[in-house]
């Protein structure tokens, strides 16, 4: 069975309309990108789809009430909602630094939380 997907491609600012064509659910072809990150881009969605995952978490003692925090790089799409569940029981105590890792490895995907801004 012959199946496109269409995806606008977020690895630049062209955002071009890449078109994936899979037959059985295997790409056979992808058309529209202007660079070759776009064919990457769309080969990746389609057989593993990763997400760089943002969040706040609490911060006790500090001039804030909670740190803003992400994941050091993209993981799977499908271990977000556990790593959101992860963060949940996160607190920080201050002072926090930009780059303090919050957890490492977080839900054994390899990548670690790190801090996106700094409490006194």
């Known amino acids: 069975m012959t199946e496109t997907k269409e995806f606008t491609c977020i690895r630049c600012p062209l955002g071009c309309q890449v078109v994936a064509t899979l037959e059985d659910g295997k790409i056979v072809s992808i058309t529209g990108n202007t660079c070759p ?3 990457e881009y769309v080969t990746n969605e389609l057989t593993d789809p990763r997400r ?3 969040s706040l978490v609490k ?3 500090g001039s804030q009430p909670v740190a803003s925090v992400k994941t050091a790089s993209d993981i799977p799409k499908g271990k977000i909602f556990e790593c959101l569940d992860a963060l949940k029981s996160v607190e920080l105590t201050a002072p926090v630094r ?3 890792v919050v957890i490492p490895d977080v839900c054994g995907t390899g990548i670690d939380v790190i ?4 409490i006194q």
Do not use: E, K, L, P
Request: no cysteine; aromatic share 0%.
């Open 59 to 61: 911060v006790t003692g």
């Open 115 to 118: 801090a996106t801004s700094n």
């Open 37 to 39: 990150r776009g064919a």
């Open 52 to 54: 760089i995952v943002t």
């Open 98 to 100: 930009i780059g303090d």
